[in-house]
Each structure stands twice: as C-alpha cells, then as structure tokens.
T-cell receptor
Framework: GGIITQTPKFLIGQEGQKLTLKCQQN?????MYWYRQDSGKGLRLIYY???????QKGDLSEGYDASREKKSSFSLTVTSAQKNEMAVFLC????????????FGEGSKLTVL | GDSVTQTEGPVTVSESESLIINCTYS????????LFWYVRYPGEGLQLLLK?????QKGSSRGFEATYNKETTSFHLQKASVQESDSAVYYC???????????FGTGTSLLVDP
C-alpha cells in the first residue's frame, strides 16, 4: 500500500502572508489534487495535475498557485492569506483517468490570524 | 453547475438499527455520471467506500449499499444494522466517466450509540 503525506498538519499565518502546503505520495500515481474544505461545505477542487509539470485549474483556483515539479509531490501556495480564514486543505492522488478512486491525505488545517 | 446534496448531520443512530443517508445529485455538465460514497473515519484520511458507474446498478461494501437511480437522481446510502465502528463522516460524490474531477456533498456525520 501507499500513503499520502501532507505537511504541515497545522499552519498558522498572518493576513497577506504567502503560505505553502506540501504533499507527497508513494503510490506512483499520475494524478494529484488539492481540495479545500470549509466548515459546512463540501470539498472544492482548487488545482489538479495529470502528470509531472502539468497544472489544471479547479473551481476555486483564484488566490492559489500550485506546482508539480516531480511525480511524487504537489505543492499548493496561498498567495495572500485572508484574515480570519480557516479551512482544511486535502491532497489526493489517483492512478489515472478516473476510476473515482482517490487516495487522500489527512489534511492540513490553515488558520489565519 | 454540477452539485450534490446529502442529509445534513449529525445523524445519531443506535447500534443494530438501520441507516439511510440521502444523496441527490444534479449533473448538468456530465453526460454519464459516476457516483461514489467516500468515508472519513476518525483520525484517518478520506477513503472510497463504494462506487457505481452504471445507472440502475447497486454498489456495496462493508455492509453498506447504494443504488444509482437516474430517474430520481439519487444515490442513497443504506445499512441494515449499523455498528459503533461505522461512526464517521460520509460524503456522496459525483464524477464524469473517465474524467478527473469529483464534486462532493457537504458530508454527513454519523454517530452510532453503543
């Protein structure tokens, strides 16, 4: 089996700060995803990447940058953190054209003071 | 756009009782929707519970079942007799056949009383 590792688990930032979340997978999967989850809302797709160096915008990409420099890692940057923002960011991977089987990490919780 | 609506939680059920978590979907941009239930157990990452890619078919896993009903655009999750270990958050999701993106519902928190 494999694992998705997200770092850090908890991230506290200041308003206007640029913040980066990292995700590593050892499934050797082609596709990786970043989702955002706010309290009381479903998961919303920010970015996904079909292969190394590929980036595709999701429904919520504004305010974020992403980078897929190698197959096993996918990073997400909040370009300017919003005051009182609080959300959980979930990284996932899948083996290719959709079987719907995404493998998720445990999440990174962001708090902006 | 595409959307998924599911039972608002938290839902509390006594052990050995039956369970149904409702899920309805709207697939305005997807010609052939695939439907999924994901589950998040305490302390673990979100994981696939079951999926159905063909309308009219039923999926099952760990005693849970869900039938893909195209007429009512529903994919309700059912279990005849729940256990305490089923306490988790359940998410219904919609995806395009051979696509990449999933649209998730808001999640339903289930607590099973021993």
């Amino acid at each position: 089996g494999g694992i998705i590792t997200q770092t850090p688990k908890f991230l506290i930032g200041q308003e206007g700060q640029k913040l980066t979340l990292k995700c590593q997978q050892n499934f050797n999967h082609d596709t990786m995803y970043w989702y955002r989850q706010d309290s009381g809302k479903g998961l919303r797709l920010i970015y996904y990447s079909i292969t190394e160096n590929d980036l595709q915008k999701g429904d919520l990409s504004e305010g974020y940058d992403a980078s897929r420099e190698k197959k096993s890692s996918f990073s997400l940057t909040v370009t300017s953190a919003q005051k009182n923002e609080m959300a959980v960011f979930l990284c996932a991977s899948s083996g290719g054209k959709h079987t719907g089987q995404l493998y998720f990490g445990e999440g990174s919780k962001l708090t902006v003071l | 756009g595409d959307s998924v609506t599911q039972t608002e939680g938290p839902v509390t059920v006594s052990e050995s009782e039956s369970l149904i978590i409702n899920c309805t979907y709207s697939a305005t941009s997807i010609a052939y929707p695939n439907l999924f239930w994901y589950v998040r157990y305490p302390g673990e990452g979100l994981q696939l519970l079951l999926k159905v890619i063909t309308a009219g078919q039923k999926g099952s896993s760990r005693g849970f079942e869900a039938t893909y009903n195209k007429e009512t655009t529903s994919f309700h999750l059912q279990k005849a007799s729940v256990q305490e270990s089923d306490s988790a958050v359940y998410y219904c999701a919609l995806g395009e056949n051979m696509g990449y993106k999933l649209t998730f519902g808001t999640g339903t928190s289930l607590l099973v009383d021993p």
